[in-house]
């Protein structure tokens, strides 16, 4: 359910737009319907479409260099909401280097969010696919930063477990968990053994302000081979740092291949912790 390259479309989530599937960079704008807000926004300047979910979200590029900017757009009477992500933009944005809000707005086709693109390429860039030494290193660095940068005290979001959980617990009575769409580590679980498995969460490590998807594509890395921002940003909230760590590191099993979640972790400066690790796999499996 991590972030892929082009091919089906991923699942789409009610709240966030992690679990999207990555456009092809050629891919041809005229082949979406681009909605009349989106091309409000472009006033004429080139639009692509770089991220869709099957819920109908959408993610345009707009313009080139010093003038390209990102619209989110999600279609009226989805679940997916482009706000949640622009009120923890706002706030984190005084302490990490996250996209800055340019625009909102809702009309009688849907919502969008409109950022500021930041400097770097996508951990997932051809480059950067190439060189996944340093890409899994500016990851895990990267990640530390933004731990260590955002203040627990005073932030306004939760990303905790009861909170999780109880939305998945929700889910699970509606019947919309879907267990032949889980990770294959999970899938020998039936719907009620995950549960439980869930409702014996490990001790927390560490509080932190977690990003709250940082699968590969949402860390920015520059030319010197150093995180430049994070993107993506519609779940953050408090939580213990493995609940991003452990997704983390299963990125790169999708992106670089296998051997590379110990060198994610010693450049967090860390150690494995499997027990950790297992449990925000499937929280994050099991979830929206």
Do not use: Q
């Not at 296998?258 to 449990?279: K, N, Q, S, V």
Request: hydrophobic share 45%.
């Amino acid at each position: 359910m991590l972030a892929s390259p082009v091919g089906p479309v991923g699942s789409g989530v009610a709240e966030h737009w992690y679990k999207s599937v990555d456009m092809d960079a050629e891919s041809p704008v005229d082949s979406i319907d681009v909605p009349r807000s989106v091309r409000a926004v472009s006033g004429g300047r080139a639009v692509r479409v770089v991220w869709r979910n099957e819920l109908g979200g959408l993610t345009f590029e707009i313009g080139a260099d010093d003038d390209r900017c990102f619209v989110k757009w999600a279609p009226a009477g989805s679940p997916l909401d482009p706000d949640c992500e622009r009120l923890r933009l706002g706030w984190a944005i005084a302490y990490a280097a996250v996209p800055a809000v340019l625009d909102h707005g809702r009309d009688a086709e849907g919502a969008w969010l409109v950022t500021r693109a930041l400097p770097g390429a996508s951990a997932v860039s051809e480059r950067w696919r190439a060189e996944p030494a340093a890409a899994v290193a500016a990851i895990g660095a990267g990640l530390r930063s933004l731990h260590d940068a955002l203040p627990v005290p005073g932030c306004p979001f939760s990303w905790s477990v009861e909170d999780r959980l109880a939305e998945i617990r929700m889910r699970a009575a509606a019947g919309a968990l879907r267990p032949e769409r889980w990770h294959a580590d999970h899938r020998a679980l039936d719907i009620a053994r995950a549960l439980a498995l869930l409702e014996r969460p490990p001790p927390i490590d560490r509080l932190v302000v977690c990003h709250g998807d940082t699968c590969a594509p949402n860390t920015l890395i520059g030319d010197d081979g150093r995180c430049t921002g994070h993107v993506d940003l519609g779940a953050l909230g408090v939580a213990d740092r493995w609940a991003d760590l452990a997704v983390a590191t299963w990125s790169t099993r999708w992106n670089y291949g296998p051997g590379w979640e110990a060198p994610l972790l010693a450049a967090y400066g860390i150690e494995a912790d499997e027990d950790r690790t297992r449990y925000y796999r499937l929280l994050w499996d099991l979830g929206p």
